[in-house]
């Protein structure tokens, strides 16, 4: 009977997320503060699917560079230190977390319309309503500015 329950656990992939939650969530906790494990694998997924959209929409429109690449590395790691450092403001304020969320779902929101933008140039715009498009207007307009004066620089 135990050995069904823990094939299904590995089936479900159950067993897997919680092994997962159980090394991360101590070290988001140290990082970020307790409890905010949710906004922080937000935030993760948010620039995942940023950097496929971008390597998707730098293929279609021949703009791929490792240079560019690495400048990307170097941003995600920026944009995952400043939720660290609204937290320290946070706490030496004696503030609630305002900071903190302020921040985190700023860099949110930017990114998500930095991978609609990404998405729109990728190809995929069937799958992005038109009122999205249009909010989006004056990133993707400067996302289609950088990949041409890159694609220039490469010529």
């Not at 279609?60 to 990307?72: A, F, L, N, P, Q």
């Not at 170097?74 to 937290?87: G, M, N, Q």
């Amino acid at each position: 009977m135990n050995k069904q329950m823990l094939s299904d656990y590995f089936l479900d992939g159950e067993l897997t997320a919680a092994a997962l939650g159980a090394f991360f969530e101590p070290l988001i906790d140290a990082a970020y503060g307790q409890g905010r494990l949710i906004p922080i694998t937000l935030l993760i997924i948010v620039i995942a699917l940023d950097w496929i959209t971008g390597i998707a929409a730098s293929h279609k429109d021949k703009t791929c560079s490792s240079e560019y690449g690495m400048i990307g590395v170097l941003r995600t790691l920026f944009l995952l230190a400043l939720p660290v450092l609204s937290k320290l403001l946070d706490s030496m304020l004696s503030m609630p977390g305002l900071f903190f969320y302020t921040i985190t779902l700023g860099i949110i929101y930017h990114t998500w319309l930095s991978l609609t933008a990404n998405a729109y140039r990728a190809g995929w715009e069937k799958w992005i309503p038109k009122s999205v498009i249009e909010h989006i207007d004056s990133e993707l307009k400067a996302k289609v500015e950088r990949a041409t004066r890159r694609n220039s620089n490469h010529d």
